[in-house]
């Protein structure tokens, strides 16, 4: 490789790295547990999430924010205008797409998965939810799995279904003020129905015992994939727990859920890094895999 392409590569490495630790700490201080060597690719891998989730909050109307996401399908299929490169972290996912041989349809599914974002379109069942967690925060651990397992196949497909779906669902959960001020509603309508509450009272900042219900519907469900992932995790390739540890603060989060139902709509539920990092430390003890974390 050219010296001024593997110095590029580098500072867009370096982008990627500076990216997740301020916009995604959970999985940022995930990746200090995984080896020194494997940390860029996953902070890259995480950066190209950040990029596609934050869509939303780039753009005014759908349409702009459906032409920056096929801008990025392009990147991936190689159908990209010009030197896609030059944007740091297409160059750093693209890098690590090569080196490791990753699948590109994970990834545009992603993608797809994140249009669902740019509009306010109520999201239908539980199925649904379950499956657009799959193909966002799942999907981003079972690659991340397989960048640890070095190209092998982890076996953790399950093991990143419920983990990413309770993560996914925590995170919807604890961003539940900011969707609903800008007329998002992720509950799904099945969820809402069974309690007594409709999109409409959400999107109002109505209050009552309907939303309780339903918001503790959703915490339950989030809970259940949580528990189911914990004993999966107990049996997980342990070259893989670093993919799996964000979920570690979901547990923390929900925890503190019952602040959410007390004011649905002006809470912020927030934990320490301190105690985030020391139960990331914890779930990594359990299983015999604790790392050194270096800051």
Sequence with gaps: ?????????????????????????????????????????????????????????????????????????????????????????????????????????????????RVFDLYDDPMPTVNDLEGYCGETSSALMQIAALILAGGDDPGTADLAGHAGAAYAMTGLLRAFPLHAARGQVFIPADI????????????AGREGPGLSRALDAMRGLAEDHLAKAEVLA?????????????????????????RLAAAPFRTSIEVAQWRRQWALWRMARRFGRAGAIRQ
């Design 1 to 113: 490789m050219p010296p001024e392409r593997a110095e590029a590569l580098a500072a867009a490495f370096a982008h990627c790295e500076s990216a997740v630790r301020e916009a995604d700490k959970d999985r940022w201080l995930a990746a200090l547990f995984a080896p020194e060597a494997m940390r860029p690719d996953l902070n890259a891998l995480h950066a190209f999430n950040i990029e596609i989730a934050s869509v939303r909050e780039r753009v005014s109307e759908p349409l702009p924010g459906e032409v920056r996401l096929q801008w990025w399908r392009d990147v991936l299929t190689g159908e990209g205008r010009g030197d896609v490169t030059g944007h740091p972290v297409a160059a750093a996912i693209l890098d690590v797409i090569g080196r490791r041989n990753l699948a590109i349809k994970p990834l545009v599914d992603l993608i797809d998965a």
């Design 192 to 203: 809402l129905a069974d309690s007594g509450v409709s999109r409409d009272d959400i999107v």
């Design 234 to 258: 107990a049996a997980a390739d342990p070259r893989t727990v670093a993919a799996f540890l964000p979920m570690a603060a979901a547990r923390l989060y929900l925890g503190r859920m019952d």
